[in-house]
């Protein structure tokens, strides 16, 4: 469908938040104590971010939790019962204010979790999911989507993006059949737009970023991979902020006779992630991993999922304890 | 150029070392580690405040060990640090050179380990002042609402293991979160398995910790998990009268016993 174009006071703005609150989860940003921002569900409106630069955490946890039950299975002397987690238990969620470099990190989740085999666990919570984006008023230096093909008013992944407007209120793009459904369920707070300009931050481009995928398919070999990842402590940080990291992990735990199979947030970056049965590890050293997540996001999703790995929101930057800029190493390796 | 910039220089020109590991200042404004090989670039190193990164835990990385043999940037945490890796035979003092920070950021000549161990004798070895604080108001917690502060706190934790990987006391190839027959701990980040690996974490450091809180500030959803460790120093120092960390002779104090060891502790 093609967008349409609404505004939304302010005041209107609320009434649609408590509207989709009731009877249903809400997911919102909300600034902490020690003025970190994360997601909570069904806050009260006016704890409610909307300048925030971005929260810790990704959203991707709505539709690929920290921990997933798979299956629960029940062992006894002569049988072993089987019964798979219930999709159908999956639960409606809306997710608010979701900057446009989050909503844009579904598409390529999709991409990965739908690649060969659908995983259904994903797929239904993608289905059941509502995302009200916000465009990004403020950027800082961590910030880098234009870089990878998107903006701080890229409308890609939301049902709804909301963009401020100088005086307070939003102009609402209506961008799916979810997005109709909510403004025709509320018609009356949606109005008229009358044409004004969006207020909407400004995010240099650092890289272009069809060179990087060109140099990196050259230089699997190159210096520049251990000079560059000495100091990365191969923790799990990046991987683990990341909307758009999807390695998992997948266990089975039994108490007694019973148990479950689960799966979890995996890293490429743990020197046990890609070790063998023999014992040998094609990975063995850290700057083999530090390549493999710029590898993977940069040149391997491009070649064969046809996008980019990256929405270059800059949580992996930030998060990082020794300061493991992506964005600066992409930038170098246009030039490699 | 600094003193700090014309030693390292120096180490580099002679052939003392083969890299110095120091700060730099990267581009985003952040000070961050770095490894100089080339004399050349010896003047990116930096000292101040805001260098606080234990740079121990990088003497036993394979890659950077496989650079030849190192000197190495160190203030107090990463002295005491260097001294509890040579006592469990992870480093030798011939493997490095250390180039001492003192407390007001001047350099200090380290030519041998008895020097060091001598500066850092004569050093204030009680966790920072900040943190002893907190954990005075933890402490004043009944066992309930105590544990009920670290549920809350724990429950952030997405286990990426940044305080493990940041800690130069946890040098093991294979931690005993990673061994899966049988599975000691949990794999899953839930409250449970976010609560036993904390705790395993933190008995493993008893004794050992040298309250640099590197994990702490490496933990990327900033939880405190430096004051776990930290009160476990303070502990092992209340019952054995140790700082971890002051001698490359020193035995782990939960490791042996001592006739001398009291024992009013034991149930």
């Known amino acids: 469908m093609g967008k349409e174009l609404k505004r939304i006071k302010k005041d209107s703005l609320e009434r649609l938040y408590n509207h989709l609150s009731v009877n249903r989860r809400i997911y919102a940003p909300v600034r902490t104590p020690d003025n970190k921002v994360e997601y909570r569900y069904n806050p009260a409106f006016a704890d409610v971010t909307f300048d925030h630069i971005r929260s810790t955490l990704s959203v991707k946890n709505l539709v690929f939790p920290k921990v997933e039950n798979l299956l629960y299975y029940t062992v006894t002397k002569t049988e072993t019962t089987v019964a798979e987690a219930d999709v159908n238990k999956i639960r409606d969620v809306v997710l608010w204010g979701a900057h446009p470099c989050d909503a844009a990190a579904y598409d390529i989740l999709r991409s990965i979790f739908c690649w060969d085999i659908i995983d259904t666990y994903f797929l239904k919570r993608l289905e059941k999911l509502v995302v009200i984006g916000l465009s990004c008023k403020t950027a800082d230096e961590y910030c880098f989507c234009t870089s990878v093909g998107l903006s701080p008013d890229s409308s890609k992944g939301s049902d709804i993006l909301l963009s401020p407007l100088k ?39 650092k890289f272009d970023s069809d ?15 251990i000079e560059n990842s000495l100091r990365c402590l191969g923790c799990g940080a990046c991987a683990y902020v990341c909307p758009t990291c999807a390695c998992f992990d997948i266990q089975d735990e039994t108490k007694g006779k019973n148990g479950r199979r689960y799966r979890s947030w995996d890293s490429c970056g743990f020197g046990l992630f890609t070790i063998h049965t023999s014992g040998h590890n094609p990975r063995s050293v850290q700057s083999q991993r530090w390549r493999q997540r710029i590898m993977h996001k940069f040149s391997y999703m491009p070649e ?14 930030q998060g990082c304890p020794v300061d493991m800029n992506i964005a600066e190493q992409l930038e170098a390796l246009q030039s490699i | 150029m600094s003193n700090l910039s014309e030693k390292a220089k120096g180490l580099l020109e002679n052939k003392v070392v083969n890299v110095v590991i120091g700060y730099e200042e990267g581009p985003a404004g952040i000070t961050r580690p770095a490894f100089i090989t080339d004399p050349v670039k010896a003047d990116k190193l930096v000292y101040h405040e805001k260098c606080l990164q234990n740079l121990a835990v990088y003497l036993t990385k394979p890659e950077v060990k496989k650079l030849g043999r190192m000197a190495i940037t160190a203030t ?13 035979q992870q480093v030798t003092s011939d493997d490095i050179v ?36 907190i954990l005075a108001e933890l402490n004043k917690l009944g066992p309930k609402e105590r544990f009920e502060w670290w549920e809350k706190e724990l429950s952030k934790c997405i286990k990426c293991y940044a305080c493990r990987q940041a800690c130069p006391m946890c040098y093991c190839t294979r931690c005993a979160v990673e061994v899966n027959q049988p599975q000691w701990i949990p794999v899953q980040s839930d409250i449970q398995g976010n609560m036993e690996w904390h705790i395993l974490r933190a008995m493993h450091l008893a004794g050992r910790c040298i309250s640099c809180g590197e994990c702490g500030r490496a933990c990327p959803v900033g939880i405190p998990c430096h004051l776990l460790t930290m009160h476990l120093a303070d502990q092992t120092f209340r019952y054995f009268g140790v700082h971890a960390g ?21 149930i």
């Open chain 1, 167 to 205: 005086n307070g209120d939003f102009r609402a793009e209506i961008l799916t059949e979810k997005g109709s459904k909510i403004v025709s369920s509320q018609p009356s707070l949606f109005e008229e737009y009358p044409g004004e300009e969006i207020l909407v931050a400004e995010v240099r481009k």
């Open chain 2, 98 to 133: 250390v180039i001492g920070i003192s407390a007001d950021a001047k350099l200090l000549d380290i030519p041998g380990i008895d020097v060091m161990q001598g500066i850092i004798e004569k050093s204030d070895l009680a966790n920072p002042s900040k943190d002893r604080d």
């Open chain 2, 246 to 266: 002051t001698s490359d002779k020193m035995k782990s104090v939960l490791s042996v016993y001592e006739p001398g060891d009291k024992e009013n502790f034991i």
């Open chain 1, 304 to 317: 064969r999922n046809n996008s980019l790995g990256c929405v270059g929101c800059g949580r992996c930057s």
């Open chain 1, 211 to 225: 060179l990087v995928t060109k140099n990196l398919s050259a230089n699997f070999e190159h210096p520049f991979w």
């Open chain 2, 76 to 88: 107090l945490p990463v002295m005491r640090s260097i001294m509890m890796l040579i006592s469990e």
